[in-house]
């Protein structure tokens, strides 16, 4: 039996393949293995036990191997694949697309994504309501990350417009850059006063 296990979160991807693996498994990097090798690992027998459990990661980088996949559907082991990113276009998909299992495992997404960039832009008209907004998102936020986003909202600005007021945020945050790197007062509320200013 084939599954294929894919996407970005790989502690979930991990827990599902041991489920179907056991924990006694081999592991075979997908870029290593060579057309000849195929048979021995997919119909191959092992002195241990009749059926093996084998994991095979990144298969799909070494094209000419993976293209030979629907090839072994017949295979007595349990194999997982395990692919970062999985191409539903290609040839391999649609050939194993309703005959084998099928797992994608999606890094949750951060419901407060759109909320920060948000806050920027409320903050050039009204800071202290940027600065309410800032309160929901700061638990689940990392300053130093925010404040990345924050420059790159600036840049955006200051490329769709070189105007006094775009020129004079890149240097508020590049003065908070420094701040935040060279004092110990806490870095939220060296973002707070950034976003009080900005208007």
Known sequence: MIKVFYGEDRIRAQQAIRQFLGNDYEVIEGADLTLSDLPSVFLGASLFAATRHILIRDFSANKPAYEQLPK??????????FESKLDKRSIVYKALKGKIEFN????????????????????????????????????????????????????????????????KVLKE???????????????????????????
Do not use: C
């Open 72 to 81: 072994y559907l017949n295979t007595p082991h349990e194999i997982a694949v």
């Open 104 to 167: 994608e495992f999606k890094l949750p997404k951060d419901p407060n994504f759109g909320l920060v960039f948000d806050i920027y832009r409320t903050a050039k008209h009204n800071g202290s309501k940027a600065v309410q907004m800032l309160e929901q998102i700061k638990p689940t936020q990392e300053p130093i990350m925010f404040f990345g986003l924050l420059v790159s909202q600036a840049l955006k600005d200051f490329s769709a417009r070189q105007g006094i007021k775009e020129k």
């Open 173 to 199: 945050l590049s003065n908070l850059d420094l701040q935040l790197k060279t004092t110990s007062t806490e870095p939220w509320l060296l973002i707070e006063s950034f976003l009080l200013r900005l208007a």
